[in-house]
């Protein structure tokens, strides 16, 4: 079996994403800190986690949409504050400058080179990177995102709409992520093959969903669709895919 092209995830497959919401979190709270010092003050960093997470319930038609639920949030806690709430925007902008301003890890700039070798790259992703503020544009032929479509992985209709995106069939496409249930279990349902990218540097966490780090937990074994891979990082992947 030789992919035709590839998708990749991007949070916790191409860079870490902790340490990327830490920042962005702090470059909101330094925002507010210069603009809105009430909606710091009144919300402060456990405040604004509930506050997310209240949103977030009360929202459930928007779990695809990472972006307006962070908007919402922050619009939420001005108005609890008195603030104007039309300072919600700009507010967003500044988290989101700062959630672009990712680290990738050391193999992804080789690795790419080399995937890109063997077939066309696109993104998808449940979070709300973007290809150029995140340095990426250059290898990819475009993205999907569940905010584009409407849904998050695993549903199978984000990789279905990746595929057309490419002009592939599924069972021609690999999806490369670190996500069992979204990436991993998502792909193989929609028809596509898969490797799961399952970094040490990561940490495990026992839980199955949300982002920061591997987990420790692994669901029962996927079913036997395409072609499944696990590498530690990406140039193992290019080095089977090199050998083929
Ligand atoms: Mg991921």
């Known amino acids: ?27 909101l709270r330094g925002w507010l800190a210069e603009h809105a010092p009430a909606t710091l003050a009144g919300c402060g960093d456990a405040g604004m986690l509930r506050l997310r997470a209240q ?34 925007e700009p507010a967003f902008e500044a988290f989101m400058a700062a959630r672009q301003q990712v680290t990738w890890f050391d193999d992804v700039r080789p690795a790419l080179d080399r995937l ?12 709300n990177a973007e290809l150029a503020p995140t340095g990426l544009a250059p290898w990819f032929a475009g993205s999907v995102s569940a905010r584009s479509t409407g849904v998050a992985k695993p549903d199978a209709r984000i990789f279905a709409a990746a595929c057309a995106q490419l002009g592939c069939r599924p069972d021609e496409v690999m999806h490369i ?13 929609a028809g596509l093959h898969s490797a799961w990218v399952r970094r040490a540097e990561l940490p495990l966490r026992d839980d199955s969903g949300g982002l920061g780090g591997q987990h420790r937990l692994l669901a029962a074994p996927p079913p036997p669709a395409g072609h499944h891979l696990e590498v530690p990082h990406l140039l193992a992947l290019a080095d089977w895919l090199d050998a083929l």
Not at 116 to 127: F, K
């Open 116 to 127: 890109a070798a063997h077939g066309p790259l696109l993104a998808v992703s449940n979070g």
């Open 55 to 88: 949103v977030a319930l009360d929202h459930p038609e928007l779990a695809h949409d990472l972006s307006t639920l962070r908007l919402i949030t922050i619009h939420r806690a001005l108005v609890a504050a008195g603030d104007d709430p039309a300072l919600a």
């Open 1 to 27: 079996m030789r992919p035709r092209a590839f998708t990749l995830d991007l949070d916790d497959t191409l860079w870490p994403i902790e340490p990327t919401l830490r920042r962005a979190e702090a470059a």
């Open 177 to 189: 992520g670190d996500d069992w249930r979204a990436d991993i279990h998502g792909a193989r349902e």
